[in-house]
């Protein structure tokens, strides 16, 4: 069974939310061991607020990189068939042969850092032409003002926000940007038993 992606439950867990939305989206409710949700959770949260509060500051990117190597053992170890990649810098753009656009059409995931009033993990689950398909944790009841922000329902398990790549793509800290290059940062998921070769996808464009 298709898990329904869920939202935070608070202002900070958007980086742990967002792997886990990742996991469900991959992968059955049957199939998920516990001690994947157990790690993440654990591995997450380590930024201190400015009140010296652990966990205030969300999930550090030294935190997703060792929690992408994490996931990537944890699949060789065979509980589940899982598999990451952490992206930073130059790799994280919507190129035609590009990382990102590699695993949207492969059937894998992504996991950015865009900005949202601050750093912030979104889902990334597909590309199409000119827009992202994105699964954002922070539940919002109101339509954003600019109306190329799409609010989407009826996709609980994959997205619920259609935004064009023009704006992550830009190198400032505006709405869903990746912002400057070298602070970008993804994590690629996939799942082993269904991710495409690069034969059996489209040809690449050169």
């Known amino acids: 069974m298709n898990n329904p992606l869920r939202y935070q439950m608070t202002e900070y867990d958007c980086g742990p939310t967002s792997i886990l939305n990742a996991v469900s989206y991959l992968f059955q409710r049957e199939e998920i061991p516990p001690e994947i949700v157990r790690s993440v959770m654990l591995y997450c949260l380590g930024c201190f607020g400015t009140d010296g509060a652990c966990g205030k500051s969300g999930t550090s990117c030294m935190a997703m990189m060792f929690l992408s190597n ?100 830009q190198d400032t800290q505006e709405i869903y940007a990746f912002g400057p290059v070298e602070e970008r940062e993804a994590v690629l998921l996939f799942n082993e038993k269904t991710v495409l070769t690069e034969d059996e996808t489209v040809e690449y464009i050169i």
Not at 91 to 114: C, I, P, T, Y
Not at 127 to 146: N, S, T
């Open 70 to 169: 994490w996931i990537n053992s944890f699949g060789q170890t065979g509980h589940l068939s899982i598999s990451s990649q952490h992206l930073s810098g130059q790799e994280v753009n919507f190129s035609q042969n590009g990382r990102l656009r590699d695993a949207s059409r492969r059937g894998g995931a992504a996991v950015a850092r865009v900005d949202l009033e601050g750093w912030y993990y979104v889902l990334l689950t597909r590309i199409q032409e000119d827009a992202v398909f994105l699964f954002d944790p922070y539940y919002r009841a109101e339509p954003f003002g600019d109306p190329a922000l799409q609010m989407v329902a009826g996709h609980p398990d994959a997205y619920n926000r259609i935004v064009p790549i023009r704006y992550l793509e």
